[in-house]
Every structure is written in C-alpha cells, then in structure tokens.
C-alpha cells in the first residue's frame, strides 16, 4: 500500500491498529506468526571449512600442489613441504578476507534501534526492536534511532538524518501530511521515517508500515546479498597463466619421455628427466611473490591514506576505466558554507573553508568590512541571534554541533569576527519559537542593552517573503511592493540556480511591553532584512584529481541523491560536466533497463535522485559496457553497488561499517583525490607484477631450455631437479619482491587505463620472455659443455658451473626487467632494495657452492677461481647483447 499518500486516519484503517492504545499482546504475536520478526535476514552461509576449502580450487594453486607432488616423486621432500607452505598461507589469507566479507551483513543489521518506544494496551513500553509488528505505534525523539519504517502521525520539529539511504547529509524536515507524488524517492518521503536512519531535531510518533526485508533498509541488505564480488583482472591472468604453464609442463614431459624412449634410454629414466623438466616450467615462487608485493603496496597505500580490504583490487585500480563518485563528501567537504548574501540588490560573496571561522567578504570583487555595510551586518548578527547550533574547535579542527545550515550561518557571523558568547552578553533571548516543518522558520524574542525589543525570524524565503510587509533598502526600511517582491524573487531564483540552498533573514520592533504568546502573533508583518545563500562546496583538490584521471583515460561519474541543480552546479564546477556530457535523473532510470542505460551510458557524466537500486543498474551497466569500474561511497545505500562494482572504495570518516564491510578499499581522508593516487599505485604495482613475471619465466624458460637441449642433443642433464627448485623457490624470490617496489615510470598517469581482457603475455612480454630465456639458456648450456667436454668425468663440477652461470645471467638479467626498453634507459642502480636482493641471491648461491655440509644436497663442488671469469664473462650475454641492439637501434 502507498501509505504516504493516504491521510492518517486511512492509514489506522487499512492497518487495523488505534493510534491511541496501539496494538494488543495478542494482535502482537498474531502479527510475528504472520510477518516474522523485524530483524535483517541473512542469506544461506557457507561453513568456515568448506569457505577454507574453497580457497585451493584456484588453478594456480593446483599447479603448486602438482609441483608438489612431483618434488616428493623426485624424494625433495623439503622442497614438497616449503610448497605446501605456500599453498597454505594463501589459502588463509583468501580464508581471511572472505571471512570478513561475511561481516556486511551483521555490520547493516546493527544500525537498528535495539530497544523502541512502543505503545501497546494502552501503555508505552520499551521493547527489542526485533519485536515490533507492522501496526505498532512507535514514540521518537532527537537522537534515536527508527527502529522500523514508519509512516508519521505526529511531528514537533521533527527532522531525521537519512543520509544512509539517501547519501544526503542534509536532515529531512517531517510532516503528517499525504504526499500527492505517487512514486516519491526516498529522500521526498516527508511523512515517513526509515529504520536506521537517525533523529537530528524534534520529537514524533510514527505507525509501522514495514518491518524486516520489507524496509527500505532490508530491500538494500536484499541487494547485498544478491550482488555478486567480480573476479579482478589479475585472478583472470593468473589463472590464465596457471593454464599456460602446466600445459607447457605437461607437454615438455610427454615430449621429453617420447624422445628419450627414441633414442633408447629407460621409461623410468625418461619420465625423471621429464619431470625435472617440468618443475622447471613452473615458477613455485609465483603466487607468493605476487601476494607479498600486493601487501607491500598495500603499505605504501596506508601512508597515502588508503586502506586495501582484499588484496588483489589493488591492481584492478590500475585498470579502471571509470570511477562512479558519491558527491557529499567524496567529492565536496560535507559542510555547508555560505558563499553568497543578498540585501537590497547588494550582493556579498565571502570565502573560506568548511566550518573554519576564517575567510573575507567582497561586493563587486572588492574587499569589504562587514561592521561598515548595515544591513550586511544585521543579517548575519540575526542569523547568529536566531540559531542552536555551535561550533568548537578539537585538535586544530573546527567541529560543528547542530544542524548544518544553522552551522553554515553560524561560521558567515564568525568570519566577520562575531563572536555567539560576547552577542549574548548585548542581547537577551526572552521567547523562542522552534522552527516547525510546517511553518517552515524559527523566530525568538529578544531584547538588546538598549531596552529595545525585536523579533528575528529565519527560514524559508519564499514564506519569510509572504510575512514581510517591508524591506531593508539602501539601509532603510522601505514599503515591500510589487516591484521589490520581484527583486527578492529574482535573488532568490539567482542563488537557487546556482545550487545554493537559501534561508531567509527577518525582524520587527515591537515595544518593550508587548507580550507574544503565538507563531502567529510574532511572524507577521516583519522586515526583511537579506538571504544567506549556502552549499556544500566541492574539495579543493577534486578538480585537478578529475583532470589527472581525464587525461589517465578515466572517466568520473558523479552518482548522488541530490537534486538535480545542486549536482549540475558541483559536476560543472570540477570539470566532470561538460558541454557534450548529460545528466540523468533517478526517475528517468528506473523506466529505463539496463539494455537501455547501456545505449547513453557512455554520454552520462551526472546521475542525480538515485536510489540504490539505480546505483546497482549504473555498474551493471558500465560493465556491460566493458568497463573497470571504480565505485565510491559511504552509506547503506552504497553497499549493494560497492560489492558489485569491480573496486568497490568506502569512506573511512563518514562512512557506515556496511559500506566499509563490502568494499575492497577504504579512503581514510574521504577524499576523492586519493582515489587518483591509489590508482597511480594501483597501476604501478601491476607494473611491477609484469616484472617480476617477466623475470621469473624468463629464468624458468632458460631452465627448460638448457635441459631440452641438453637431452636432444645426448648430453648429461646440466642440472639436477634440486638445484632447479633452489633457483626457483630462493635465489629468483628476493630480486623478484624487489621488482615489486620498483618505482613508477614518469608516465604512468599520461597513458590510458590496460584493458581487462589484456593477457599476460601482451605488449611484448611473450617475446621477451622467450628471447631472453632462450639466451640465457644457450649460455647457461655453453658453459656446461665447455666445463663437459673438457673432462666428462666432471660431470658433478660441470653442473656446479652451469648451476652458478644460470643463476648470474638471472640475477643480471633481473635489472633489464626494470624497464620495456632496455636495461639503459633507467638507472640500474634506482631501486636500492634490488641491489641488495640480488647481494642476497649472490650470497646464498655461494654459500650452496662452497659450505661443505650443502655441497651433497645440491651436488655442487667448490668453483675454481679461474672459471668465474667463464661464468661471469657468458652471464652478461644475454643482457648486454640486447643492450647493445637497443643502442644500435637509437643510433640509427
């Protein structure tokens, strides 16, 4: 049923209660055998073993544990137990993350009321909130908690805070009137309260029209539910990478055995050779190095202000190609300000930040005092007279406690050096006339030290102006006619159209015996005196984040429930609304579907008057569309979308813990600017992970190559399996997490967003990978051989040359991997964790070659001091070879 649009004694009817003695016991427990409880339903959980389980079924990690099995079938039982470490530590950190995951829901839940006002036979009582039934008569005030959604039945300056469904800082005045609009948005339902959201002003009595899943809170926690997290694009290439490499192993052994079998060698000692091979194939290391260098720039996040939730998202950052903003907040500083003030057609813009008490007036772009304008002067002494809020100062931060625009008009006072306390000292409040939703203002009665008495009314302009008789003029008061009326109306219509919320100024003398009993009486023929016109302002840095993100290739979306003129002004002003760009309001999206949203999506830079499911219906969109996206919010009503969206970005100050719960990142500034550094980072930590998987199967393709080779052509295997998983799993891991915290290349944000379908190998991966591999394992073979041939008898030494050759060729390879273009055109020596990794390495394959108690292990003999210049003179090959075409290249 439509209850806003029905008057109150329809609604009694139609849910058969008395707003007078409410429901009974037995109606009570009629009503939960009917509809249930009023709790948050939670979807069907998976067990904590199975969620553990579930977390080895990724490819990759079956490649590790059929590496596993191959090092116990080779007798490397160390080896065996050092992979299955791995598998298991990335088995509980997935465990971990998906675990806290879980906690969206409970997190959503715990924003209702525990405990209401109820009346039931005839008495009001608390009870669990769990256990109020549609019918119940709720009893709230300011700073409760609704506790279920509710029709209004009656308001005394009643206003709630809904910016958890709505995203709207600004509270929502209530009424008991029936609305005429049929199909309202939450934020225009101004004669019904939602469970969750938060009394801010008044008191009022409500009767429940939906409990549970039936609320606007349980539809989105519905949503939640239903939503389901996107794989990231580095999942996608590692699973895709897992299916390269084991269809490589597999391959190599098969063709190994076959060739083996030819040339009439043993099956058993066919099928060892050909499993060495594929270990070889198969970098053992990878999946923990990709984990622990996404977790060191999770770090270098934290110290940007952005915490990462789930690992792999912050490389999906990298690749977003549009960022879906909430504007309150996000985007804008979540104060309102006053920026502009009317009097007479004299117009005073002010500056200044936020609620800090700082900032100059200007009329005509020149400064002015406001002690020497009057009517500048009365206004903003009245509108600081006419107010309950208060700001103070904590830790260099000015903090508002009340409402924000009677903050707002408090901070205009301050910035002309009005102090509340020293006001009150010339000023006596006699009689105060709380602001009414109806009424639409406030007014107080107050008396100055000159014995004068006044009345100082605030509010709506539009009705200040229907009770005004006069005006202040020229710094007189003058008659309020035809003319004039227009005059105001057209300032009122200049600051409305430039998104600025308005509120009105007035007063009257009355003579010192005068006593006012009513509205009526004190709100009647005033003066106006002036319009304070205020908004929440966009940050300062927003637009050259926007800019930067532009020419990144990422495009900003801004997605709010404010109107639509508030949302144009703000996109206009940071440069997310262009000439060409459109703007789309809620109610046009929900005749829309998503086949249709997809058709003029991509034109659409403002989506005005959303609701959740809208915000939903945009991602989907946008995805359909191919796109990365990067969505931002900070309330309930943000959470569906959060979780859908491929990053899904929380506010850390402002944000609701369901919204926290369901993203992968949270800004702890709730700025959108650190969005824009989070993706730099985001992008140059894929960067790197190209790295170091450059590296590593650049060294495992040597590896395969050397053995291949070695076995077509009749010779002794150049090394032996344990020496292979050495390489692997100790010396390639310190370079390849050093790669990791490489630097960014200058132009990583001047190039547009990677696209998610880009596989591992592209942009020339593959082939450097394999050139470089295939260098590396010629002269890792020559070496051998040389060594071989000299005295086959050697052959345990000949494999201790080999063994230290393939590893120095990687290990001066590892800085060519710095770079796309060659080792030269950056600093080798830039990145000081990779000198001292491959340091490191250096030292641990000394310590394998010449501490005796190693040498049976990894059958490795002590290197004569001549044949390190072999070594070392063949490792730079590779290395140097391509330096030396890359130079001849540019020469040319």
């Known amino acids: 049923m439509k209850f806003h649009e ?4 329809q609604v009694e009817k139609a849910l058969e209660t008395d707003f007078s003695s409410g429901l009974t016991q037995e109606e009570v427990k009629e009503r939960i055998k009917q509809h249930g409880f009023n709790e948050l339903e939670e979807g069907e959980k998976q067990s904590a073993l199975l969620l553990f389980f579930s977390q080895f079924k990724d490819f990759m990690v079956l490649v590790l544990l059929a590496a596993t099995l191959i090092s116990g079938l080779l007798g490397e039982y160390i080896d065996a137990i050092a992979i299955i470490a791995i598998v298991i530590l990335n088995g509980i950190l997935g465990f971990y993350q998906e675990r806290r995951a879980e906690k969206s829901l409970q997190a959503l839940k715990e924003l209702s009321a525990p405990q209401v006002s109820v009346l039931r036979d005839g008495h009001w009582i608390k009870v669990p909130s769990k256990e109020i039934v549609i019918g119940d008569i709720l009893k709230f005030s300011s700073g409760d908690r609704i506790g279920a959604d509710v029709r209004i039945i009656e308001s005394n300056s009643l206003e709630i805070e809904e910016s958890a469904l709505t995203g709207e800082s600004v509270p929502v005045a209530k009424h008991i009137d ?16 939602f469970m969750g959201t938060m009394i801010t002003r008044g008191s009022g009595i409500g009767v429940v029209i939906a409990t549970g899943m039936k609320t606007a809170m349980g539809q989105i926690a519905g949503l939640l539910q239903s939503a389901e997290s996107q794989e990231t694009p580095l999942q996608r290439r590692l699973e895709q990478l897992g299916k390269i490499l084991i269809t490589v192993a597999l391959f190599l052994t098969l063709l190994v055995v076959v060739i083996g079998i030819m040339r009439g060698h043993e099956i058993y000692e066919m099928f060892l050779a050909g499993v060495s091979l594929a270990v070889a194939a198969i970098p053992e290391g990878l999946p923990a ?17 952005a915490i990462v939730r789930k690992l792999p998202a912050v490389e999906t950052l990298g690749c977003a190609s549009v960022i879906c903003s909430d504007k309150t907040g996000t985007m804008t500083q979540n104060k309102m300000t006053v920026t502009h003030l009317w009097s007479g057609e004299q117009t005073w813009t002010v500056d200044g930040i936020g609620y800090q008490p700082t900032g100059d007036f200007y009329r005509n772009k020149q400064k002015v005092i406001p002690k020497d304008e009057k009517a500048l002067q009365q206004m903003l002494i009245f509108g600081m007279l006419c107010n309950h809020s208060d700001i103070y100062q904590e830790d260099e931060e000015y903090i508002l406690d009340g409402d924000p625009t009677e903050g707002a008009l408090l901070v205009s006072a301050m910035k002309a050096g009005l102090n509340r306390s020293k006001l009150l000292e010339e000023f006596t409040i006699i009689k105060e006339f709380p602001f009414d939703s109806a ?21 709506a302009p539009d009705v200040i102006l229907g009770i005004c008789e006069s005006i202040l003029w020229d710094g007189k008061s003058q008659f309020l006619n035809q003319d004039k009326q227009t005059r105001v109306q057209n300032a009122i219509n200049n600051l409305a159209s430039n998104a600025l919320r308005t509120i009105a100024i007035a007063f009257k003398p009355i003579s010192h015996n005068t006593v006012i009993l009513s ?12 319009i304070q016109g205020m908004i929440d302002p966009p940050r300062p840095e927003v637009k050259d984040a926007v800019k930067e993100c532009k020419a990144a290739g990422i495009k900003t979306v801004m997605i709010t429930g404010d109107h639509v003129i508030t949302a144009k002004a703000i996109a206009g002003e940071l ?13 046009e999206l929900s005749q829309m579907t998503v086949e ?31 796109h990365i996206v990067a969505m931002t919010g900070d309330g309930v009503n943000d959470a569906p979308a959060i979780k859908a969206a491929d990053i899904g970005v929380a506010m850390g100050i402002t944000g609701t813990d369901v919204a926290k719960e369901a993203s992968s990142l949270v800004l702890l500034d709730d700025n959108f600017a650190t969005i824009k550094a989070a993706i730099k980072e985001g992008r140059n930590i894929y ?5 170091f998987v450059r590296y590593l199967l650049a060294s495992n393709v040597g590896e395969i190559l050397v053995m291949l080779f070695a076995m077509i052509l009749g010779m002794p295997l150049p090394l032996v399996p344990i020496q292979i998983l050495w390489v692997n799993l100790v010396t390639d891991g310190l370079p390849a997490m050093a790669l990791g915290l490489d630097q960014p290349e200058e132009n990583v944000m001047r190039r547009g967003p990677r696209s998610p379908n880009e596989g591992v190998f592209s942009r020339g991966l593959g082939w450097k990978v394999i050139s470089r591999g295939f260098l590396i394992g010629i002269v890792t073979l020559i070496a051998f051989m040389i060594i071989y041939h000299n005295d086959p008898s050697q052959l345990e030494y000949a494999q201790t040359i080999a063994f230290a050759t393939l590893v120095m060729a990687q290990l001066i390879h590892v800085f060519d991997c710095r770079s796309e273009i060659s080792v030269l055109s950056r600093n080798p020596f830039g990145n000081k964790y990779l000198v001292w990794a491959v340091i490191s390495s250096l030292a641990l394959m000394f310590v394998v070659i010449y501490y005796p108690p190693l040498q049976p292990v990894f059958h490795t003999l002590p290197i004569q001091a001549k044949d390190w210049l072999l070594i070392i003179g063949l490792s730079s090959v590779p290395t140097f070879l391509l330096a030396g075409s890359f130079l001849l290249r540019k020469t040319k």
Do not use: W
């Not at 029905?6 to 004694?9: A, N, Q």
């Not at 029936?178 to 309260?193: F, K, Q, R, V, Y």
């Not at 509205?519 to 002036?530: H, P, R, S, V």
């Open 6 to 9: 029905m008057e109150i004694e």
């Open 178 to 193: 029936c609305l005429s609009n049929p199909s309202p948005g939450i934020g225009d339902m101004e004669n019904t309260a």
């Open 289 to 305: 190095i990709v984990t622990v260098a996404l977790s060191l720039g999770v770090q270098k996040m934290i110290r940007q202000k």
């Open 439 to 459: 009424r639409k203002m406030m007014s107080i009665h107050v008396k100055d030290k000159q014995g004068r008495h006044f009345i100082v009314t605030k509010g």
């Open 519 to 530: 509205e009526q009486e004190a709100e009647n023929k005033l003066t106006l005196i002036g």
């Open 575 to 587: 440069g997310i609304l262009t000439k060409k760009s459109k703007v789309v309001e809620g109610k």
């Open 596 to 626: 249709e949203l997809e058709a003029v999506v991509e034109d659409v830079s403002v989506f005005a008057r959303v609701s959740p499911e809208h915000k939903l219906k945009i991602v989907r969109a946008l995805q359909n569309r191919g």
């Open 687 to 691: 960067e790197n992970i190209r790295k």
